[in-house]
């Protein structure tokens, strides 16, 4: 997924309000940029982090830059947009670069399916079972390589592990793809301490059938791509370990 203008840096001041954030550019200029992560953003957010921002002229647009990238601490990047991960991946499916998902002769954005949801890519092809396959961004990162998701309670999350069990028992494929933003890590579990419920629908689901993938990414100034997949915690999720 390459950015559609080019970035600019910046120094964070604050994010608030879930949806904004007062940088600084590095002429001493200040502004407000459209922060496009509903989540906690744990260890992404602090006062002087160095972040990368995408300009547009969109008059239609209130705000004229929008975050999208941190420089960590210890060398590499993350992308902060939550909505990038369909994007990334929806390339990446076009281009048959996720083994585990490739072959299939039709994919298909935002299908409904149990319940009033909609899955992120249904996947459809001759001869194979139908499969549903729901992403999570993950950019959260405390303890060694480890990659953790959620970075907070989501009760959406898990009701989406829930649907995908249901995809199972009817006799099609399902699959949680994690997607990890950030370029420090290199193997992925649960944060069972901040959401356990998430943690139980994990085990659950995964016991009942449901795939669970996770890939990292490839991130620099110039945008964010689909990289190599990461091995996942085999062990039960619901006790976490530091």
């Known amino acids: 997924m390459r950015f559609q203008t080019p970035l600019i840096p910046a120094t964070l001041i604050r994010r ?8 600084r550019f ?4 200040e502004a407000v940029a459209h922060c496009p992560n509903p989540g906690s953003m744990m260890g992404l957010k602090e006062a002087g982090l160095r972040i990368w921002l995408e300009p547009n002229d969109d008059p239609k647009r209130k705000l004229r830059f929008a975050w999208r990238l941190v420089e960590l601490p210890g060398g590499g990047m993350a992308g902060i947009d939550a909505t990038a991960p369909n994007r990334i991946v929806a390339e ?14 039709r994919v298909r954005p935002e299908q409904r399916y149990h319940e009033n949801s909609r899955i992120d890519f249904l996947l459809t092809g001759e001869g194979r079972p139908d499969t549903y396959v729901e992403v999570k961004n993950v950019h959260l990162r405390r303890n060694g390589d480890w990659a953790e998701f959620p970075d907070c309670v989501t009760a959406r999350g898990a009701k989406h592990l829930r649907a995908l069990e249901w995809v199972v028992a009817k006799g099609g494929r399902a699959v949680m793809l994690y997607l990890v933003q950030r370029t420090d890590c290199a193997r992925f579990r649960l944060a069972a301490d901040l959401d356990p419920d998430y943690a139980k629908a994990f085990d659950a689901a995964r016991s009942a059938g449901v795939e669970m993938l996770c890939y990292g990414t490839r991130i620099d100034a110039t ?14 999720q619901t006790t976490w370990r530091a």
């Open 16 to 23: 608030y309000n879930r949806f904004l954030a007062d940088i």
């Open 26 to 29: 590095d002429d001493g200029r």
């Open 92 to 105: 990446a499916l076009a281009e048959g670069r996720i083994g585990e998902l490739a072959g299939y002769g």
């Open 223 to 236: 945008g964010v791509w689909l990289d190599q997949p990461l091995p996942i915690d085999p062990g039960p």
